[in-house]
């Protein structure tokens, strides 16, 4: 007899906020086997227009050879269409606007092509903004606010989840559809970059936007003198390999 906690889960739609890996049949067949309902998978970073394009073929390869396990997901419909079929929805996502180059009609042109969401930085300056390991945070640029009002018009997800505070709120406030921190923590965890202070948390969710929470170590422990993560050693989640730290979640 199944517990409750298994029946809630194969009877749940679970969405993998964030997903970027060394794509395969071996990983597609585990990601449905696990019951993984959707997941927004990473189809391009640094690519510029034509890059993105060729990974785009290479995506659209993927779902015809291992159609037993995954399918295409371009609507909340293909979601729940994938759950009843028992495998797992891709939405393929930029972590970065790299891919729409200085041209706002290629946000339409991905948008056709298959890609449903778009992070706005990947930690750096772009033409879009300012990433979250800028020392200075100029927010959205003008054509940043010319790329952001085309994502609601067709459709695309902004993801803020690498963003600079300051391009994050501005973002937030000229969306006219709620946007995400796909895969983040709070600094209150841990003070990183990466991380969202309550306000910035607070700012989005009070606008309808998403919080989605990542378990990547680096960014949710602190060290102790022997080198052992504070969150997972004091819990006995780890394995503590004397002096040398924890091998389970090191970083």
């Not at 959707?38 to 394009?53: G, I, K, L, Q, Y």
């Not at 300012?130 to 902004?158: I, Q």
């Not at 600079?164 to 796909?182: E, F, L, M």
Request: hydrophobic share 35%; glycine share 10%; net charge negative.
């Amino acid at each position: 007899m199944k517990d409750n906690a298994s029946t809630i889960y194969e009877n749940a739609i679970v969405i993998d906020g964030l997903i970027i890996s060394n794509w395969s049949g071996d990983l597609f067949r585990e990601m449905q086997q696990s019951g993984l309902t959707a997941a927004n998978c990473t189809c391009s970073v640094w690519e510029n227009f034509t890059d993105t394009v060729d990974n785009l073929v290479a995506w659209n390869g993927w779902f015809r050879e291992f159609s037993s396990h995954i399918v295409k997901a371009e609507s909340a419909a293909d979601i729940r269409t994938a759950k009843a079929a028992g495998k797992t929805a891709i939405v393929l996502g930029m972590q970065n606007t790299s891919a729409f180059e200085d041209k706002i009609g290629y946000v339409e042109i991905l948008k056709t092509l298959g890609i449903g969401i778009a992070q706005m930085t990947y930690n750096t300056q772009n033409w879009v903004g300012s990433g979250c390991y800028e020392s200075r945070d100029s927010g959205l640029s003008d054509f940043g606010r010319e790329v952001v009002a085309e994502m609601n018009r067709v459709g695309m997800l902004c993801d803020l989840s690498h963003v600079g505070p300051k391009t994050s709120r501005d973002v937030i406030d000229c969306s006219t559809v709620p946007v995400a921190y796909s895969h983040c923590l709070p600094s209150g965890l841990k003070a990183h970059p990466r991380n969202k202070s309550d306000e910035e948390l607070r700012h989005i969710v009070e606008r309808g936007g998403f919080v989605g929470v990542t378990m990547f170590p680096p960014l949710s422990c602190e060290r102790d003198g022997r080198n052992h993560c504070r969150l997972y050693c004091s819990d006995g989640l780890c394995d503590q390999s004397g002096g040398r730290g924890c091998r389970r979640y090191r970083h």
